[in-house]
């Protein structure tokens, strides 16, 4: 069953660093999406990315964060020099038009 | 702002019991999807539901779509420790993007 890959994992890395967190969506999805959840919070959404641009970003997505799409196969979120609460479960995600979302199964980043 | 509200939190019950989880707002949504989570992964998607009124049955799981497609409940027939974990609706407002707006989560623990 073809699914969301994520990598790394898990990512430590040291605050004002910048990060890149890798994802390559499931083949036949045209719409990706990036997620975050906070320890003990819900999944709140980041941005979603179809067409080689952004369609919709949400206010966490500052001009700290930027997606990529480098090739046919990655899509990347790159956080320029992180901060404490950036700290994180992120996950990325795809889907086909009008249908369901999958979700890959995240890159824990602690920022330290 | 599109919140969904979840009930209960958290709920404690012994194998073989049944269970009722609640997942309500004041927005309509044009489709509302249910995952599990585990700890340390991703949400996995159970089930989506499109039509209000609809009903969807997954084994054990009964997921029904209230007719103003505004709120959701997820029935659970005779609970195994299996069905121990984090369930999460998430409802879509519309359009070919499935930007998904996350409840606030029903901790289920289901003992022997």
């Known amino acids: 069953e073809p699914e969301v890959t994520q990598t790394p994992s898990h990512q430590v890395t040291q605050m004002g660093q910048e990060v890149i967190l890798r994802c390559v969506p499931i083949?036949?999805?045209?719409?990706f999406y990036w997620y975050r959840q906070i320890l003990g919070q819900k999944v709140e959404f980041l941005v979603s990315f179809y067409n080689n641009e952004i369609s919709e970003k949400s206010e966490i997505f500052d001009d700290q964060f930027s997606v990529e799409r480098p090739d046919g196969s990655n899509f990347t979120l790159k956080i320029r020099s992180t901060k404490l609460e950036d700290s994180a479960m992120y996950f990325c995600?795809?889907?086909?038009?009008?249908?369901?979302?999958?979700f890959g199964q995240g890159t824990r980043l602690t920022v330290v | 702002t599109q919140l969904l509200e979840q009930s209960p939190q958290f709920l404690s019950i012994q194998e073989g019991e049944n269970l009722t989880v609640y997942c309500n707002s004041s927005s309509v949504f044009s489709s509302l999807q249910w995952y599990r989570q585990e700890p340390g992964e991703g949400p996995v998607l159970l089930v989506t539901v499109v039509t209000g009124g609809e009903v969807k049955k997954l084994k054990r799981l009964t997921f029904q779509f209230g007719d103003a497609r505004k709120d959701s409940s997820l029935h659970i027939t005779a609970a195994q420790t299996g069905d121990t974990g984090l369930y999460l609706c998430?409802?879509?407002?519309?359009?070919?993007?499935?930007?998904?707006?996350f409840g606030t989560g029903t901790l289920l623990a289901v003992q022997p």
């Open positions: 995600a795809s889907s086909r038009p009008y249908k369901e979302t999958f």
């Open positions: 998430a409802g879509a407002g519309g359009g070919a993007t499935n930007k998904l707006i």
């Open positions: 083949s036949n999805h045209l719409y």
